[in-house]
């Protein structure tokens, strides 16, 4: 992961390899000189973006179409309870109020202001938030699965339900996440950027696998899992910006994470009201999502040299506290306690099977963790 300008004298290895010299995919531009260039090209332009052998059975089907109906049913419902939650653009923070100016006379200061905060923080960190920035920059991928739900997806681009303006209106929030993170870490110069941006290309290109098959239960008791968790990961990149005396960089971290709480909110109000209207649904659900495992949206991350790009940056996250296995349990267990999962009753006994495995499975990833550091120990 030569994704970040070394500073200190730490020991991290898988960082500090070199990136490999000018490789400028050279199948592609050999490919050309063959009488059968198209095949070829098209074959290895194909190659670049597969997601690398971790995807490749994938399951596509639709919730039969009574339960689409309970989605369309529910516009006006989504127009008067989530619409509600989002910003207007007016009263909207951008990501040039947390920046230097480069229209001021103090634009040079400011960034060297800028970059000496930055020179205290520890490569960990950085690698980290590298990590942060490339997964809010791979928005397109996120608004591309939005729209391929049954019952809710923007049907037109610019459709008029209120679940379409719901996905347009939280892209667009979710948009200055990338930028603001983006632009800090260009200014920091703690980071090869053409690495970094190229990791993002890789990653658009490579897209994402959740397993919420076009279904809008799976996926909105994913994002309400999702939302939860960049906001827990934010929070502590904020606290740790604070604790190595960087205040302008915690408050571009809790600006995020002020978006992400609201977005949490939001999927976990739609969740709740399809408990209300579908709990044995829901339950179901929530247990099949769970015991596919909630995967992190930058899973694919490649960057042209590490093949366990995404498990380094995990590790990461692990060792710096900001994301953990046992975050993975609070959010579970938050989640079970905010729906009232335990207090559902009238289930089928599928649906009573499902109740019981997501309400036990915290405590069980607990005891799992707690054994693999007794063993890493
Ligand atoms: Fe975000
Ligand atoms: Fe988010």
Known sequence: MALIKLSQSQNLPYIALQPIASLKSPKLFMASNFPSSGQLKVENSKKSFMPHGKVLVQV????????????????????????????????????????????SDGFEEQVKE??????????????????????????????????????VRDETGASLTSWAIWTRAWTAEENRHGELLNKYLYLSGRVDMREVEKTIQYLIGSGMYPGIEKNPYLTFIYTSFQERATFISHRNTARLAMEHGDSKLAQICGTVLS??????????????????????????????????????????????????????????????????????????????????????????????????????????????????QARSK
């Open 60 to 103: 596509t089907h639709s919730i039969p179409q009574q339960k689409i109906e309970i989605f369309k049913s529910t516009d006006g419902w989504v127009e008067n309870n989530i619409l509600t939650l989002l910003k207007p653009v007016e009263n909207s923070w951008q990501p040039q109020a947390f920046l230097p100016d480069a229209a």
């Open 114 to 151: 800028l970059r000496k905060r930055a020179m205290e923080i520890p490569d960990d960190y950085f690698v980290y938030l590298v990590g942060d920035m490339i997964t809010e920059e791979a928005l397109p991928t996120y608004q591309t699965l939005l729209n391929t739900l049954d019952g």
């Open 259 to 372: 978006d992400e709480k609201r977005h949490e909110i939001s999927y976990s109000k739609i969740v709740e009201k399809l408990f209300e209207i579908d709990p044995d649904g829901t339950v179901v659900a929530f247990a099949e999502m769970m015991r596919k495992k909630i995967t992190m949206p930058a899973h694919l991350m490649y960057d042209d040299h590490d093949h366990n790009l995404f498990e380094h940056f995990s590790a990461v996250a692990q060792r710096l506290g900001v994301y953990t296995a046992n975050d993975y349990a609070d959010i579970l267990e938050f989640l079970v306690d905010g729906w009232k999962v335990k207090e559902l009753t009238g289930l089928s006994a599928e649906g009573r099977k499902a109740q019981e495995y997501v309400c036990l499975l915290a405590p069980r990833i607990r005891r799992v963790e707690e054994r693999a």
